[in-house]
């Protein structure tokens, strides 16, 4: 991602190994400890890419020399049939029209392989999804075209980097969540035109169908052993990083695009953020230590760290 400088790394690498080599000291008297797992959230184009493929060059390279797979949660997205049944399933509902937000993720699938990494089995197949098909609406690949791990003769993967957009969001209790789309929509109405937010555009029930899909996403997060959260100091500033990834593509691939479809497609994410950013910014464990907050600025450079 052009003009996205790697300032992330040296924090979160001295984060990761210690809480390794903590993991790894917990069955030094019993055995090999089983895999690693490490959630990374970021809103998009806040630097996940830059950050993950560091990290893993990084783990996987002395003195470390640990088995790294990053396992990316866009990966799990439904198969584009799936998607289209959804989507008529939930007409009135705008969230679910397109992949994204939580209910478009194939679940099971993601908990299918995480238990294989964490059993150590052989010959597991890492699902791909293909976001150009079907005329950007994606879908996803078939399994000869998946990556596979832990082959026999391999060293076993030791570290998985999980990341993703909503990677660790945990859903709102019912109350909790009425009251931040009560709030979302009268500041919608007080400010009109001026409104930034989308979450007050919305009805409850199209928000109330997420935030219970998301319950099931638990199965997932409660596998993460550390978790790391870039949050944007702005969260609006994810539309500007959004439209520059798209002008780098259009530049170099000749396709992309526009910055109206831009906005559209931020828009669809954008109720998730205002939603359940404080989950995280509040720590999504309930010990305290394994979790690292990056606060970036709008040149997504870090001006805050804190451990929770």
Known sequence: MSGIVDDKSEHCIPFITRQINAHQARYSNGGKAPPFFVGLNG?????????????????????????????????????HSDQVALAASQPLNPLVQHRGQPSTHDVELGRTVFSAIDAQ???????????????????????????????????PVEVVIFEGWCVGFRALSEPDLERKWDAAVRDAREHGETYTGRLGKLQLASV?????????????????????????????????????????????KGTGMSDKQVVDFVNGYYPAYELYTDVLRNGIYSDKGRQLRLVVDKQRKVVEVHEL
Do not use: C
């Open 43 to 79: 809103v998009q184009g806040a630097g996940k890419t830059t950050l993950v493929t560091s990290l893993h060059d990084t783990l996987s390279s002395p003195p470390y020399n640990l088995r790294t797979l990053v396992f990316s949660i866009d990966d799990l997205y439904l198969p």
């Open 208 to 252: 109330h169908f997420v935030n219970e899909m998301l319950r099931d996403y638990d199965v997932l997060t409660d596998q993460l052993n550390a978790f790391i959260h870039i949050d944007a100091q702005d969260p609006l500033s994810v539309y500007e990083w959004r439209r520059q990834q798209e002008t780098s593509l259009r530049k170099a």
């Open 121 to 155: 089995e052989t010959d597991i197949k890492v699902p791909s999804y293909d976001k150009s098909a079907f005329a950007g609406a994606g879908d996803r690949l078939p399994q000869d075209n998946w990556e596979t791990v832990n082959r026999a003769g391999e060293a």
